[in-house]
Structure formats: C-alpha cells, structure tokens
C-alpha cells in the first residue's frame, strides 16, 4: 500500500488570530511559516496547545541562521543531542534552551527518499519532555523531491536577501 503523503508549502506567517508578528499592521513578504496539509504549522500547534512560539524561519532572524536552519531540516541528521531537530523556536535566538517546537526528523521509503516528521513535543533543555507533547499534531509525511524543492525555495530567499551564493550539499 502507498504511503498517504503531506503537502508542504509556505504562506506568509500570521498569527492564529490572523494578525501578523512582531506587532506590525501586515505581514512583511520575507515572514513566512510551513503550510502543512493546507493549515500553517504553526496554528496546527497553537490548537494543540497554546503555544507562542515563533517559526524561526521568520526574516527577522539574520539570514545566515535562517539558511543554516532550513540546511538542518533538509538534511535529517539530528542537530540535537536527543535526536530531534528544532521545527519552531524563539525568533530571537533559535536556540531550544530558550524554547522550541522540536521533531523527529527522519528519512522514510524504500530508498529513504521520504521525510517524516513525528513525535512534536515542547522542548526547553538537552532533551524533550514526553508529557510537553503536542497531541494530534503529525506524524507527517513528505514526498521527499517535494520536500526539497519547498526547503530549497527559502535558502534561495535568504541566499539572495543577504547576497551570498546559495550553498547546499545534500
């Protein structure tokens, strides 16, 4: 049987209430957050849970962090030491002590071509907390071409806003 696949996308970041961060009248066209199955990733975890946190692919970050995050989520190679990988965090800093959305993120298929994302859960330390997850939140999973071109379109973004060349490795 298939695997039943997620959509990926992006749309410009607004809040569940539907006014854009940071304060501002309207969203700005660099905001932007993952669109999961048609819903923004980030109102799916506010459902969950009430949660604030900020997609740190928001454009107030410098582009040189917003490009090594998108790097991290492409390449499923766990950026922390419990094996997870920072979804959404404090659009200041990025840094899971500070709190962060975090995931597993893995390859899946036959040729490991797939991406997964599962187990969400709140994080302010080294590891997650079990009982900060997020119920009914994932597990999702991308077609992995789809998944690529999606991540690729925001290192392009930030390559171009901070006039570096893009750079990634698979």
Do not use: K
Request: aromatic letters at 6%; one cysteine or more.
């Amino acid at each position: 049987m298939p695997a039943a696949y997620t959509t990926l996308d992006l749309a410009p970041a607004v809040l569940p209430d539907g006014a854009p961060p940071w304060g501002s009248p309207h969203p700005r066209p660099d905001d932007l957050d993952l669109v999961v199955d048609g819903r923004q990733l980030l109102h799916r975890l506010d459902e969950a849970d009430g949660t604030d946190a900020v997609s740190p692919l928001a454009a107030d970050l410098p582009p040189t962090l917003r490009a090594e995050h998108v790097r991290r989520l492409l390449d499923p190679v766990p950026s922390l030491a419990d094996g997870r990988q920072v979804i959404h965090s404090c659009p200041d800093c990025a840094d899971p002590g500070c709190g962060a959305v975090t995931a597993v993120v893995e390859r899946a298929g036959e040729h490991g071509e797939d991406i997964v994302w599962r187990d969400f859960a709140w994080q302010t330390g080294p590891t997650a907390d079990p009982r900060e997850d997020y119920p009914g939140v994932g597990p999702f999973r991308f077609h992995g071409a789809t998944y690529r071109a999606v991540l690729m379109r925001l290192l392009d973004a930030s390559a171009r806003r901070s006039g570096q060349a893009l750079e990634f490795v698979p």
